[in-house]
């Protein structure tokens, strides 16, 4: 039985993702028969071509996807490499939680909140230049995409520092890091010769998944991407909800391009990785200490800081006015506060928790056991050739969700699924277990094989092993697993509105419908509501191993790794 | 191993219980037998689709909705939405997957381009409209909009729920004297550069400036009244290029950005990035007023030769799953009742579809006595209302305006 779960887990990936795919597929060519497309054309295609500025659409996406990700992977990078070991960076480890469990569009407001021209930077300038009007500048909504690549760093840093922390263990880093202090070499030059080569291979799907996000994003580049003309993805939106029925079949193609666009930032950017490798290599053996790395190390941290610091004080600023009354250029805080809209919202918002729960806790239990199911088959039967066969898992990830969420739509309404629990769940575990898979395989197949090894030499069976020896030990990896799994599902927007018919009303449907009516304190309370059950996450996931092995040192130690 | 299937069962069971109610069709209600609707309607769920962004609405929704059901046995359920589009969206979507009867939508808020792109499509249920039985109150004669959607007949298809008129807003602490023409706004903008802005198009009221500036400058304001197709279309639009040649490099950001709707328009008066603002509803003034949205000292005006109006409706989609108990909402939406609460800006302040003098003396007092909000025109003080032009010129418009502005890069 077990070993027909990867498969399982496989069907369910990809079969949606072709399901939609190939929904999409067709009306790009000329198919959708319910607005008279019975015939292939490429109408669509030469439709979409002759819209103004889509070249600029691409070159948006395709250079704002890019340069965010290599921004973000820089600086998680540089910054390990400075400060690994450290209190500093222990410091930044415990302040990251929170950061990642900030819906990236509350952590965008938050951002625009901050730098736009009438934003809490410019306010505190305004204090001593008298100034009473924001000045007419575009520092969101920029013509270069500057505002949204800042939005999307600052979010992902996050995630890629846990992922990298999570590989860190295997890679050996503490004794390779006395090794090359021993020899002379400085601590970011050590670090990057000789530990990021094996760190690398694995956070490089965390990567690719970083890069397909950030090509595709929709949330985040509305509220900070430049719109004349905007990246493609957000345009698709707009024509997929034109009134213009016939728009459907050009939204189409656009969406078939969209993955295009995905499929060739990857491209670049594995030519790019195999670019670093020669010229590293090289680097790596020509002897330069580089000791002289002090200005790099303290850059390394104030970037660090500013991307952390930046979305903590997006959401203060969220906070703020979330309770404000009036608030009038420049005044530094609002001119009278008010709980009306907290205590209003405070009514409402229980049964949008419990919807987000009642999709998120089977989504959730559905992938980490899928997870588990699957890894512990690869230890059983010692096969590590499934890995290849596990690439396809991330597939979710790296198809821009535009491209295949209606087209999966319409699936689930041929199936009759459509607005059921079950099709819901479905849809958001197609998010839910890559992420899940993300965070688990590296603890998973880490661990010392000699714990199992031992029991089985005991007279353990098999089960036995897992249930009171491997899953004990991994608790606060599944439990992190589970929690960022939360995290996820809690995010997600078009899934549960379209698979969902609208039908449930989870936190996020609702924060995205009031976020439309623009009044920034509704915003805010939303923003924060959409923390609450991710943040608890995270927050059991550190409580629960904390209080079930209190009195059992070596189990903490272990589970850090 | 067997814990796992167990597990996985047992979530596929628990997902299972919790379904939804299955589909079913749902037989047409005679709508002429009202009875029979009223009987139909009884124990059915309306899941209405309509535009989520604004609480206050939400909350005349739900009160809505509590009064159904006490009287009818009539559940409705708001789905919230962030664009009208996408409930035809996920009706389009059922066609195609021949989900013709037990569809998602119950009703949706609609009118305009979408209402016409539905009714082309053949994606409504109807006619139902003009049969109800407070369909009496609405006022036909005075206000013609509420049968002709952006000039397309509604042809009982969709039932009037609201009247809108354009008007503009600024803050009397700051501007004195405010731009009551077309022409008026450029030559305010020449002296005011940057202090002013519309919603990008084709959002709906970035669309409906552009509609607003047209409807002034062309010759013959008949011509709107037809499809574009049948008219000298380049002829009649070019005094709109030829004034937003002028009006683009004075805007907000010098054009370059724009607001994404009408909220995010309020928001940059709010933080005096622009000096005027408009909206479809001056109530809507007023109440951004009582939620701490805009100062105090906001007030609303419309321009000298007048403004863009329209009516917004319900209707009900053709695979509808519950069409009686969306017709008996619809007609509850209408009575004197609902439309008087739905008045009074405490609650939301849209203006009524309904003529007073066909309205009970009690009701009439009702509606005479509302105070209407600090910010809201008075009826007296809106001066002439403009029709819609033709759906088809906002597409035309809409296409042409990105060529020209939506590229700037």
């Not at chain 1, 222990?90 to 302040?95: D, E, F, K, P």
């Not at chain 1, 430049?226 to 016939?246: E, H, K, N, Q």
Request: glycine share 8%; hydrophobic share 50%; with cysteine.
């Amino acid at each position: 039985m077990l070993r027909f779960i990867p498969i399982l887990t496989i069907v369910l990936m990809i079969g949606p993702v072709s399901a939609g795919l190939i929904g999409t597929i067709l009306p790009a060519f000329g198919i959708l028969p319910a607005l008279g497309g019975t015939t292939p054309s490429l109408d669509p295609w030469q439709a979409l071509v002759a819209q103004p500025g889509l070249g600029a659409s691409i070159r948006l996406s395709l250079a704002n996807g890019l340069i965010a990700t290599f921004v973000s992977v820089a600086i998680v990078m540089l910054f390990c490499a400075a400060w690994q070991g450290t209190r500093t960076f222990h410091a930044l480890q415990r302040i990251l939680s929170p950061i990642l469990s900030v819906p990236h569009a509350t952590a965008a407001f938050g951002l625009a909140f901050l730098i736009a021209p009438s934003g809490w930077f410019v306010r505190v300038v305004a204090q001593f230049t008298g100034w009473d009007r924001p000045p007419d500048v575009a520092i969101i909504h920029d013509p270069w995409g500057i505002a949204l690549i800042a939005g999307l760093v600052a979010k992902e840093i996050p995630f890629l520092f846990l992922m990298t922390l999570s590989a860190l263990p295997q890679a050996d880093t503490d004794r390779t890091a006395q090794v090359t202090a021993s020899l002379g070499y400085g601590r970011i030059a050590g670090w990057f010769k000789a530990t990021l080569p094996r760190i690398y291979p694995q956070i490089r799907l965390p990567v690719l998944a970083v890069l397909a996000y950030s090509t595709s994003v929709v949330d985040v580049a509305i509220i900070l991407a430049p719109t004349t003309p905007a990246p493609l993805a957000v345009r698709i939106l707009g024509w997929l909800s034109d009134p213009d029925l016939a728009l459907r079949f050009m939204a189409s193609s656009a969406a078939v391009l969209q993955l295009l666009i995905v499929i060739a930032a990857m491209a670049i950017w594995i030519a790019g990785e195999r670019l670093v490798a020669i010229i590293g290599a090289q680097w790596a053996v020509d002897g330069n200490r580089c000791k002289r790395d002090g200005a790099a190390r303290g850059g390394a941290a104030v970037m660090a800081l500013v991307a952390a610091g930046t979305v903590v004080l997006g959401l203060v600023v969220l906070l703020v006015w979330s309770v404000a009354g009036f608030w009038a250029f420049p005044d530094l805080l609002p001119r009278g506060f008010s709980l009306r809209l907290w205590a209003r919202e405070l009514d409402a918002i229980g049964n949008s928790l419990t919807t987000t729960l009642l999709i998120g806790i089977p989504a959730v239990v559905i992938a980490v056991t899928m997870v588990l199911a699957c890894l512990e088959n690869e230890v059983r039967t010692g096969k590590v050739a499934g890995r290849r066969a596990m690439f396809l898992i991330y597939l979710p990830l790296l198809v821009p969700q535009i491209s295949f969420m209606f087209g999966l739509q319409v699936f689930f309404s041929l199936l009759g699924l459509e607005r059921t629990l079950v099709s819901v769940v479905l849809g958001h575990l197609v998010f839910v277990a890559p992420y899940v898979f993300l965070s688990l395989s590296e603890p998973f197949r880490t661990l010392d094989p000699r714990y199992g090894q031992t029991a089985l030499c005991l007279g353990a069976s098999p089960a036995r092993v897992f249930w009171q020896v491997r899953l004990p030990l991994l608790t606060r990896a599944v439990l992190t697993a589970a929690a960022v799994g939360l995290a996820v599902t809690v995010g997600q927007y078009l899934p549960t509105l379209l698979i969902g018919a609208g039908r449930f009303a989870t936190v996020t449907t609702e924060a995205v419908a009031l976020a439309s009516g623009g009044d920034r304190r509704m915003i805010g309370i939303y923003g924060l509501f959409q923390m609450v059950l991710p943040f608890a996450g995270f927050a059991l996931a550190l409580l629960i191993p904390a209080v079930l092995f209190r009195h059992r040192r070596g189990m903490g130690a272990q589970n850090k790794g | 191993m067997r814990t796992f299937v167990s597990a996985l069962a047992l979530a596929v069971g628990f997902a299972t219980t919790t379904l939804s109610t299955p589909a079913f069709a749902d037989p047409a209600p005679d709508v002429g037998n009202w009875q029979s609707v009223l009987d139909q309607a009884r124990g059915q769920t309306v899941y209405w689709h309509a535009w989520g962004g604004e609480p206050r609405i939400n909350d005349y929704i739900a009160w809505a909705g509590e009064q159904v059901r006490e009287r009818y046995g009539v559940e409705v359920v708001q789905v919230k939405l962030t664009d009208t589009a996408d409930a035809v969206t996920r009706v389009l979507s059922e066609k195609t997957a021949g989900v013709d009867d037990g569809g998602a939508v119950d009703m949706i808020w609609i009118n305009g381009e979408n209402f016409a792109a539905m009714k082309r499509n053949d994606l409504l249920f109807g006619p139902w409209a003009e049969q109800t039985p407070n369909f009496a109150y609405v006022d036909v004669e005075g206000k013609p909009t509420v049968i002709n959607d952006f000039t397309v007949p509604t042809d009982g298809l969709e039932a009037p729920w609201g009247m809108a008129q354009v008007s503009f807003y600024y803050d009397t602490a700051k501007l004195d004297t405010v731009p009551k023409s077309a022409q008026q706004l450029l030559e305010w903008l020449v002296k005011h550069p940057g202090r002013f802005t519309y919603p990008q198009p084709p959002n709906y009221m970035g669309s409906t400036f552009l509609k607003q500036i047209l409807t002034e400058l062309v010759k013959d304001p008949k011509v709107l009244q037809q499809p574009a197709d049948e008219t000298d279309a380049e002829a009649t639009l070019a005094p709109l290029w030829g004034y937003l040649e002028d009006l683009q490099p004075l805007l907000w950001r010098d054009g370059q950005a724009y607001p994404q709707n009408g909220a995010s328009m309020r928001t940059l008066l709010a933080d005096n990035e622009v000096d005027i603002a408009f909206s479809f509803s001056s109530g809507e003034v007023s109440s951004a007023i009582e939620a701490f949205e805009l100062p105090d000292t906001v007030r609303s005006y419309v321009f000298e030769n007048g403004t863009l109006g329209n009516t917004n409706f319900v209707a009900i989609p053709y695979n509808a799953s519950a069409k009686a108990g969306a017709v008996v909402l619809a007609d509850f939406l209408m009575s004197p009742e609902a439309q008087l609460r739905k008045q009074d800006p405490k609650y939301w302040g849209a203006d009524t579809v309904l003529a007073m003098d066909k309205l009970p003396k009690d009701m009439q007092e009702a509606f005479a006595n509302l105070d209407l909000g600090i910010a809201s025109l008075a009826p007296s003080e809106r001066g002439t209302v403009l029709p819609e032009p033709h759906p088809s010129w906002m597409s035309l418009v809409e296409t042409e305006w990105q060529k020209r502005y939506g590229v700037v890069q």
